[in-house]
C-alpha cells in the first residue's frame, strides 16, 4: 500500500482493479483460467522459500506478542502445508469448468429458445483470520470459478499473504493472465475491512471465514451480500426404530472424530422406548473418549455420570468434548426440538423405518439431512464438489458447502430468428 | 391490528405466527397445497361484491385526496381485473410442485448417496405499492413454493387489500389450512416496514415491488436478504452482419410496444458500417411512433431530428418514448458500453455471425441475454416459470424473472447405512 494514499483511496483503488479484471477472467476460456492454475503451482513451488521466510517473520512476531501455540500452528507453513497448497491448486484445476455451461434449453410457444448460462459472480471479497493457506485456497478456486478475489487476511499472518500474494501474481503474469485477478488487502489498518463490505460497485460477495464473532460483524456491517457460516450445532436422532449398533458408531463418530468442527454432533435426541439399551451403549464409549455428557431427567436415570442440562445447552455448540442428551417422545418432538434449537446447519437420523425417515428428510430445516450417515460427512469434498470455499449457513443463493457453484450464478439466455412480442 | 398494541410488538405477533405456519406449509403435501389455492380461488369468487365495496372506499379516498388517473386505475379493482386475480390463481395452482424434488442422488466413494432436495424459504416479506391485485398474486406464487407471506401493500390500497385478504384467508380455513400461511400487515404506519426488514428472526426474505425508490429504501434498511428489481437499462446492438429488417423490427418493438415496462429498450448500439442504412429505416418507424431520438455525433449526421445526447443520456431508465442511440466501431466497444452504462437487466444482439453471437451470448454480464429477440421477452411468462414474483437484477440466488425456483432454495439430502468418516 502506497504509504501517502488513504485507506479509503487504496481500497477503491483496489476495487476499481478488481472490477476491470473480473471482465477479463470471465472473458478468459477455461483453458487459459487452467494455464493461469498451473502457473500459480509452479509459482509457489519456485517461492517456497520466499513465503517461508516471510512467514517465519510473522512466527517470530506472533511469539513475540503472545499468540498461543493453536494460533501460532495454524499460522505456521512448514514443508507439508505448502505442498498442501500447492496440491490444493491443482485439484482445484482438475475439477470440471464450470462456466458457460448453458442448461434447459427449451423453445416457447412464441419460437425463442430460453436457457440458462452459468456465469462468474465478479468480484469476491474473502475476508479470513489467522490460516495463510486461505490466500491460496480462495484464489484457486475463485478463479476456477471465473471470478476475481479481494483477499484480507488476518493481521499476524500478513507477511506470508504478502509473499504468498506475490508469489501468485508472479504465476498469473507468467502464463500472460491479469494480474490483478487476485488482489491482497496489504494493509493491517482495520478500515479496510469496512470499505471491503461497503464497495457494493466493485465487490458482488462477501465470503468470510472465521468465528462467528467475526462473521456476525461483517453480516451485520455489509451493504454487499454475504455467503455466510454460523453456528453448527448439530444433532443425531436415534429413532424407535434404530439399529442400536449403527446409533453408536455414529453418535460416536460424530461426536468424537474431530471436536473443534462445525459439523460435530453437539446434541443427541434418542425416542423414548429406547433410552434404557442405547444411551448406556453410547455413554460407555462416550465416557471412554472422555466426554461430558448433560442430559435431560430422563437421560439421567440411565446416564448416572450425567449433569442436568439447561437450556442453554439445547442452543450451544461445544466445539469440545461435551454432548447434551435429550430423551424424546417421538419423531415429531425430535424435529420440533432441532427446528428450534438447532442452527440449521446438518442433521440425522437413525432409523430402519422407511416413513420416518422420509418424513425427517422432508421436515428438518437444516441445510443438510441425513439418514443413516455420520454428521462429519457434511463437507464439500465429501459431498463431491472437490473443495470448497465454506458452508453456508443461509438459505438464499448457496446452501451447505459451497463449491464451485456457489461462486457462480446463472443468466437466461435467449435465442431467437427475429421474433418480436405480440 | 389491536389499537393498544405498539407497531413493534403487532409485527412481531405476525412475525412469530409467520414462522410458525411456514413449518405447517412446508410439511403440507403438495395436494393440501393445491386443495388450498383451489379454496382461494372459490373464496375470491365468492367475495368478489366484498371486495368491490372495499374497493370503492379506496377509490372515493385516492379521488379525496388527489390521486392521479393512472394511480386510480391502477387501484381499481373492476370485474375484469377481479376475473384475472381469480384466473391468475388457477393458473399459479396448475404449475408442477417444485417441493421436495430430489435431484442428483449420486453415490460418493464414502457410500454414502449425496443429493438436493428443493424447499421453501420460509417466510416471504412482501412490500408493494398500489396494485391490491399483487396481494392474490404474491400470495398464490409464494403458497404454491410452500412458504408462508407477510404482505405489506400501499396505505391507498389498504381497504382492497383488508378484503382480499379476508377472502384469501377463509378459503383457507376452507380447506382446513393453516389460515397464517397469508397475513396483510394491516396497518398503514410506515414504521411497520422498518420493523418487516429487520425481523430476520421471523422472515428469510423480503421482496419489494414497486419503484426504484422505494427498493434502494427497503435495500438499504433491510437486515434480511432482499429479491430486488432496480432499472432495466435494456440495450439492443445491431452488429455488422445485422439483418436490417430483423434489426428494425426488433428495435421498434422492444422500443415501442410497451413504454412503461423494466424490459423495454432504452439505448440502442449500431455498428458504424451499418449506421448509414438501418438507422434512417428505424428512425422512419419511431417518428410514426412519436418516439425520440437522442444521439451521438455520428447518430445525428444519419438522423437529422435526432437531439445531442448527454452522458447521463447512457445511463437513463426512459419508460417513455425516448431512445438514447449510439454508433459504435466494433462489438467489444458495444459490449463494454453495455457492461459499463447498463443496468444488467436485458440486452440483446441482432447479427447473422455465429462467433458474435457467441462472444455477446457469454459477455454480457446481464440477467438476460439475447441473440435475435426483442428484449420485451424478458419476463417469467414468456420464459415458461408460469407466473414471476418480479424480475431480479441481484446476481446471488435468483437472477431475471424470479418464479417458483426463486422462492425455493436447496438443501443436502444424504442416504447412508451407517457410514462413519474415517
Redesign the interface.
Known amino acids: 500500500m502506497n504509504v501517502s494514499m488513504s485507506v479509503e483511496d487504496y481500497m477503491v483503488d483496489l476495487g476499481r482493479r478488481a472490477r476491470a479484471a473480473a ?1 477479463e477472467v ?2 478468459a476460456s477455461g483453458a487459459q483460467r487452467s494455464g493461469a492454475l498451473t502457473a500459480i503451482a509452479r509459482a509457489l513451488e519456485a517461492d517456497r522459500e520466499i513465503i517461508q521466510a516471510a512467514n517465519t517473520l510473522d512466527l517470530e512476531a506472533g511469539e513475540a506478542s503472545g499468540l498461543d501455540a493453536p494460533m501460532l500452528d495454524r499460522l505456521r507453513l512448514d514443508d507439508a502445508a505448502i505442498a498442501r497448497m500447492i496440491e490444493g491448486v491443482r485439484q482445484v484445476n482438475s475439477l470440471p469448468d464450470p462456466v ?1 455451461a448453458i442448461s434447459d434449453l ?1 423453445y ?1 410457444p ?1 419460437g ?1 429458445q ?1 436457457g440458462r ?1 452459468r ?1 462468474p ?2 468480484v469476491i471479497g474473502i475476508i479470513y483470520e489467522s490460516r495463510p493457506n486461505v490466500t491460496v485456497d480462495a484464489a484457486a478456486l475463485c478463479l476456477k470459478a471465473g471470478n476475481a478475489t479481494m483477499l484480507r487476511g488476518g493481521s499476524e499472518a500478513i507477511e506470508s499473504n504478502k509473499a504468498i500474494a506475490a508469489s501468485i501474481r508472479r504465476g498469473l503474469r507468467a502464463a500472460g493472465f491479469v494480474e490483478d485477478a487476485v488482489q491482497l488487502v496489504a494493509t493491517t489498518d482495520r478500515a479496510a475491512v469496512g470499505h471491503l463490505v461497503r464497495m457494493s460497485a466493485y465487490v ?2 462477501i465470503v468470510p471465514r472465521g468465528g462467528k464473532g467475526l462473521i456476525e460483524r461483517i453480516s ?1 456491517e455489509s ?1 454487499v ?1 454475504v455467503i455466510k457460516h454460523l453456528d453448527g450445532n448439530c444433532h443425531v436422532y436415534v429413532d424407535a426404530a434404530a ?1 442400536a449398533a ?1 446409533a453408536v ?2 453418535v460416536v ?2 461426536k468424537c ?1 474431530r471436536y473443534g468442527v462445525c459439523n460435530a454432533l453437539e446434541s443427541l435426541l434418542v425416542h423414548v422406548d429406547r433410552a434404557a439399551e442405547v444411551l448406556p451403549a453410547i455413554d460407555a464409549r462416550l465416557a471412554a473418549e472422555g466426554v461430558e455428557v448433560r442430559g435431560c431427567e430422563l437421560t439421567r436415570e440411565v446416564i448416572a455420570r450425567a449433569v442436568a442440562a439447561t437450556e442453554a445447552d439445547w442452543f450451544e455448540e461445544y466445539l469440545g468434548p461435551i454432548l447434551a442428551v435429550k430423551v424424546v417422545p417421538d419423531i415429531d418432538a425430535a424435529i420440533a426440538h432441532i ?1 428450534h434449537y438447532g442452527s440449521a446447519h446438518t442433521d ?1 437420523i437413525v432409523t430402519d423405518d422407511y416413513g420416518r425417515a422420509r418424513k425427517f ?3 428438518v ?10 454428521t ?3 463437507d464439500g469434498f ?3 464438489l472437490g473443495a470448497e470455499i465454506g458452508i453456508s449457513t ?4 448457496a ?3 459451497v463449491g464451485l457453484e456457489g461462486l457462480t ?13 405480440q
Chains 1, 2 share one sequence.
Open positions: 471482465r470471465a472473458r458457460g427449451d416457447r412464441s425463442i430460453v448460462m456465469v459472480l465478479g458482488d460477495v451485520a451493504r451480500p439399529n449403527m458408531d455414529i463418530n460424530a472424530q427446528n440425522a428428510l422432508a421436515e430445516d437444516s441445510s443438510s439431512v441425513m439418514v443413516n450417515a455420520s462429519r460427512f457434511a465429501e459431498y463431491g443461509d438459505k438464499l443463493h446452501r451447505g458447502p450464478t446463472l443468466k437466461y439466455v435467449v435465442l431467437g430468428d427475429g421474433q418480436i412480442r
